[in-house]
């Protein structure tokens, strides 16, 4: 699944939001409308093709002068919805800053 069709997909309305992604958002301070707003700007950086899943990460505005991202892990499994499967703020121990790409870890 490409990024433009799933953008397609969303602008038209045509998404699910699981509870997971409900429960990670109220956790952490953001709303369903942040998770359109990070999908629509943002990239595909992990593709999870035997679940029918992609991960994308993008910018989200919380606030004014409050701007994270966002990874949101979508299913594309339905040919008409895309569903969000879960959303967080990525772990900055986790991910090199912009979050595109995990952390690399030294052994000791």
């Given at each position: ?22 429960l ?35 910018r ?49």
């Amino acid at each position: 699944m490409d990024i433009q069709t799933i953008r397609e997909r969303v602008q038209t309305g045509n998404y699910l939001v699981k509870s997971h992604a409900i429960l990670h958002a109220e956790k952490e301070g953001f709303e369903v409308k942040h998770i359109v707003e990070a999908i629509l700007n943002g990239r595909i950086i992990e593709e999870y093709h035997e679940d029918q899943r992609t991960l994308i990460c993008g910018r989200s505005t919380l606030l004014e002068n409050v701007v994270v991202y966002l990874h949101v892990v979508c299913e594309y499994a339905d040919p008409i919805y895309i569903e969000f499967v879960t959303a967080y703020i990525p772990d900055e121990n986790q991910w090199q800053f912009p979050p595109f790409k995990r952390q690399r870890h030294q052994r000791r």
